[in-house]
């Protein structure tokens, strides 16, 4: 959710800067597909009705993978669009993070403390949060991990990574 609202505000501020929705709207992007592909297959991995039916976490964690190496190959192919240099450096990070980690993203219980979304270890536990790990001793890049919050007096508060 947190994506969409930097979204919208990228689009308000470019907006403001003199932008327009018609050059938005040339911009050529190359295997949009592949993008889409990714979110359907996030979106599945991690309903629950996979979480029901899939009793193998093995499986989520290697189609999330695969899903992040689509994203990987769109990005790729859009590199010489303006942005798309940091948005990649961003998708490597995350899928750093995520690979050291068994396919899931640590997050920092702080974190998740100041956008109100868990108060402890226990209530972590209770969510249906199937990427997320919480960052300890075993940890690999931890730092690259959602340690990061918007407080929970923002609407939609919530964590991120670098």
Same mark, same amino acid.
């Given at each position: 959710?947190?994506?969409?609202?930097?979204?919208?505000? #990228? =689009?308000?501020?470019? @907006? &403001?800067?003199?932008? *327009? !929705?018609?050059? %938005?709207?040339?911009?050529?992007?190359?295997?949009?597909?592949?993008?889409?592909?990714?979110?359907?297959?996030?979106?599945?991995?991690?309903?629950?009705?996979?979480?029901?039916?899939?009793?193998? #976490? =093995?499986?989520?964690? @290697? &189609?999330?993978?695969? *899903? !992040?190496?689509? %994203?990987?190959?769109?990005?790729?192919?859009?590199?010489?669009?303006?942005?798309?240099?940091?948005?990649?450096?961003?998708?490597?990070?995350?899928?750093?993070?995520?690979?050291?980690?068994?396919?899931?993203?640590?997050?920092? @219980?702080?974190?998740?403390?100041?956008?109100?979304?868990?108060?402890?270890?226990?209530?972590?536990?209770?969510?249906?949060?199937?990427?997320?790990?919480?960052?300890?001793?075993?940890?690999?890049?931890?730092?690259?991990?959602?340690?990061?919050?918007?407080?929970?007096?923002?609407? @939609?508060?919530?964590?991120?990574?670098?």
């Amino acid at each position: 959710m947190i994506l969409l609202v930097v979204l919208a505000a #990228a =689009l308000l501020i470019s @907006l &403001l800067f003199g932008g *327009s !929705l018609q050059a %938005l709207g040339q911009v050529d992007l190359k295997y949009g597909i592949f993008v889409l592909l990714a979110i359907g297959v996030q979106l599945l991995v991690f309903s629950s009705w996979w979480q029901a039916m899939v009793e193998r #976490a =093995l499986w989520a964690e @290697l &189609l999330y993978l695969l *899903s !992040l190496l689509l %994203l990987f190959v769109a990005v790729w192919f859009n590199r010489r669009v303006p942005g798309f240099a940091p948005l990649g450096l961003g998708l490597l990070l995350n899928t750093l993070v995520i690979a050291a980690n068994g396919g899931r993203m640590p997050v920092s @219980l702080q974190a998740l403390r100041v956008a109100g979304i868990a108060a402890s270890r226990a209530e972590f536990e209770t969510l249906r949060v199937t990427n997320s790990i919480l960052v300890g001793d075993e940890t690999t890049l931890g730092f690259l991990g959602d340690i990061f919050a918007v407080p929970d007096i923002v609407p @939609l508060s919530n964590v991120f990574s670098i």
